[in-house]
């Protein structure tokens, strides 16, 4: 794993860092975009790159890293190929969201305080609210939504998405 | 095109209204409905159409009828949702195999499909409303904020523009000095509809009379509120008309540039706000001098990165300089000192959206609608157990009882109504007595509620208070961000104590202590969350204090949901002493002896379940606890 992470790095060798931050000017003003770029290039956000960013927009990387790890979207860890948000606001909370990402991690087969699958296919976590509170209980795989969610429809869901079922309907 | 002034623009008004009339069919594109498959009965119906057209029968629809993806209708339960127009008849439910029929009926011949309309049952016969404007749902609601959600494209500016779109900006701008915008909004009595209800045009103000070379409009569209989808509504279903009443804000306090904050869960919200910016600058509603005057402004949207606090106001600035979002101390208040230091005005979406309207029909129309204090509409999020989930928008002063029972048709399954939580992680659990309270902004926060964004998430009997309770300070304290002590470390003791509640391991002083700590988070922390989080404990201990004495004192969950509650005992009739469940338990508290059936262990047993799963016997019973009386 450590060397699948480390190969990941170097083989693209800061070059979209640079791009990206261009495209921001070089401006701490827009730390957040810039850190939420780099996520949507390397699923993640690396160490590596955080102290990188530092040096380049002249701030600490305590800066950085503080603003990496305040916000619930930045990961310093690898995430999966597909996120999977299981919502637990109180809508979908009240209809039984604890069921529905137990579904999920189970059929995933994620052991306990694993997020990610071992292949970095899929990452399993939960959201305070994805606004879809009229279809609880509600998940999203990727920017799909999915909702009136039972037991049943989460394996149907999970044995499409593992390529080996037939796609399910949305709700 | 690039309008230079106000007469270009209402001769351009003027004309897309003449072309109106003709027949229209209206999907709703919201998340609601795509998600039951909108997309699908909105290709089908393409294609039907085309058809049509080639079998030249184009005669009989008269017109090719014009096909519209909306913003969200509200009746997210009963979606895809289909709009007739200008018949208004509205139908649920749609597949695409149902387009056809529509197409053969309603748009060739006017008729309705009845099987596929609003139906009810009322005194035991069933009664048909076909007409969006006759449906329950909808005939209680007011629409101002979302009067075009639903109605229009969201990503097409002409739609907007028939609808009176922009006029209000050219009005303000050829006629109207700042002061006097700041005047009519102030007289309106239009009040912030993110929660806090401070007047608008009091805000404005502030900010106006502040000298500075730069100042800045915020709009808040980080509805981070579990439960609330109002501000993503509008956002993805009338994005022209924030962008409108950002424009008209930034005129009156004399601003060049304004801010869109969306919480990066809404992706859909921020492709719209983007295209809808991109169009308004290329027609001159955004930019340099708009509409041929020397105003000038810009609108940027950011994005959000998960963060609920980010939605109280200094926090928000924070984040939209790049840096962690945390809250500062007020004052000084960002209209006096704000994004990076200037003066910033910082309303929510909601609140923006109403500002066109009211300029272009005036104060006095606005205020005739709400009640003394609170003037207008608001919209609310109905969600939880209530069988009409969605988005509607009531004048001020209806009651909740209107609102869950009339507008909502009531709880589902015909269970029991038990309470309603309004505003989100910060509000108040109403009951059963407060259904007659009209809704305002000063009702609520007598009954210890608060308006909050909107969101209402109705509960039933089988759902458990104190859970409810621990749920929504696991909520905050998760979003705690830390700054200050009382809510750091108080929102994480108050947790602790609704554990050891649920778990059925609290004693009556741990609910005093509760009330206490309580008291203190909310006097004490520094900034709105940590104000508002104990609101949910402090409500449920004042009106469902029972519930939680059922807790602590008898071990007991009336509404069956907390494990701890429950009891498992093995039948001695079916018992093998197999010892399978003995193995399996991961706390050793099952014993027997080969041929005489096992016991657990009741103060140690952890309610796993695990013996349950491994009895091949099924000996095992699960019981909840019931009070010793019963």
Known sequence: MEIEKESLVLSRQFEKVNAILRKYSHNVDNLIAILQEIQSEYRYLPEEILTYVATALQVSPAHVYGVATFYAQFSLEPKGEHIIRVCDGTACHVKGSAQILKAVRENLGLREGENTTSDLMFTVETVACIGACALAPALMVDEEVYGQMDEEKVQQLVDHLLGEGEKVDAV | ?630
């Open chain 2, 1 to 630: 095109m690039r309008f230079e002034n106000r007469e270009q623009l209402e001769k351009y008004i003027i004309e897309l209204k003449n072309k109106n009339g003709k027949k229209k069919v209206l999907i709703c594109g919201g998340l609601g409905c795509l998600a039951k498959g909108a997309e699908e009965v909105l290709d089908t119906f393409r294609k039907v159409i085309e058809r049509e057209k080639v079998e030249a029968e184009v005669e009989k629809l008269e017109e090719s009828p014009h096909l519209v993806k909306t913003g969200c209708m509200g009746l997210c339960e009963a979606g895809p949702l289909v709009r007739i127009e200008p018949e208004g008849i509205l139908y649920l439910r749609v597949k695409p195999e149902d387009v056809e029929e529509i197409v053969d009926k309603s748009l060739k011949e006017g008729e309705v499909v009845e099987r596929l309309v609003y139906q009810e049952k009322v005194n035991g016969e069933v009664h048909y409303w076909p007409h969006l404007k006759d449906v329950p749902f909808y005939r209680k609601q007011v629409k101002i904020a979302l009067r075009n959600c639903g109605s229009i494209d969201p990503q097409n500016l002409d739609e907007y523009l028939a609808r009176d779109g922009y006029l209000a900006l050219a009005q303000v701008l050829n006629e109207k000095t700042p002061d006097e915008v700041i005047e009519e909004i102030t007289k309106s009595g239009l009040r912030g509809r993110g929660g806090g209800g401070f007047p608008t045009g009091r805000k404005w103000q502030f900010a106006r009379v502040v000298k500075a070379d730069k100042k800045y409009i915020i709009c808040n569209g980080d509805e981070g509120d579990p439960g609330a989808f109002m501000d993503r509504s509008v956002m993805e279903g009338d994005p022209h008309s924030i962008l409108e009443g950002m424009a008209i804000a930034g005129y009156a306090i004399g601003a060049q540039e304004g801010y869109i904050y969306v919480r990066t869960e809404y992706p859909l919200a921020v492709k719209h706000l983007r295209k809808a910016i991109e169009d308004a600058e290329r027609a001159g509603f955004l930019g340099d001098n708009i509409l041929g005057s020397d105003f000038s402004f810009r609108i940027i949207v950011r994005e959000g990165a998960g963060a609920f606090v980010c939605g109280e106001e200094t926090a928000l600035i924070a984040s939209i300089e790049g840096k962690r979002g945390m809250p500062n101390p007020r004052p000084p208040y960002p209209a006096y000192r704000g994004l990076w230091g200037k003066p910033t005005v910082i309303n929510n979406v909601e609140t923006l959206t109403n500002v066109p309207i009211i300029m272009l029909r005036g104060a006095d129309w606005f205020r005739s609608f709400g009640t003394a204090s609170s003037a207008g509409t608001k919209t609310f999020a109905l969600a939880g157990k209530i069988k009409n989930t969605g988005l509607v928008e009531v004048p001020m002063g209806v009651t909740l009882r209107d609102l869950i029972f009339g507008i909502g048709g009531g709880i589902q399954d015909d269970k029991k109504f038990k309470a309603v939580q309004i505003g989100g992680p910060s509000g108040g659990c109403l009951t059963e007595r407060h259904l007659d309270l009209p809704i305002d902004y000063d009702s609520l926060s007598g009954a210890g509620a608060i308006m909050g964004s909107g969101g209402l998430v109705v509960l039933d009997e089988d759902t458990c208070i104190p859970e409810v309770a621990r749920f929504f300070m696991n909520f905050t304290q998760n979003e705690s961000c830390g700054k200050c002590v009382p809510c750091r470390e108080g929102t994480k003791h108050m947790l602790g104590l609704l554990q050891k509640v649920v778990k059925g391991e609290a004693s009556t002083s741990d609910l005093e202590l509760l009330e206490e700590t309580a008291q203190v988070v909310r006097d004490s922390s520094l900034c709105g969350l940590g104000k508002t989080a104990p609101n949910p404990v402090l409500t449920t201990l004042f009106y469902f204090r029972d519930e939680y004495l059922d807790h602590v004192v008898h071990k007991v969950c009336p509404a069956h949901i907390c494990q701890a509650m429950k009891e498992y005992r093995i039948d001695p009739e079916k018992c093998r002493a197999c010892a399978k469940c003995a193995r399996v338990c991961p706390v050793s508290c099952i014993s027997g002896r080969p041929r005489v059936p096992y016991v657990i262990d009741q103060e140690k047993c952890t309610k796993c379940g695990a013996c349950f799963e491994a009895c091949p016997f099924d000996s095992i019973i699960v019981e909840w606890r019931k009070k010793e009386d019963e």
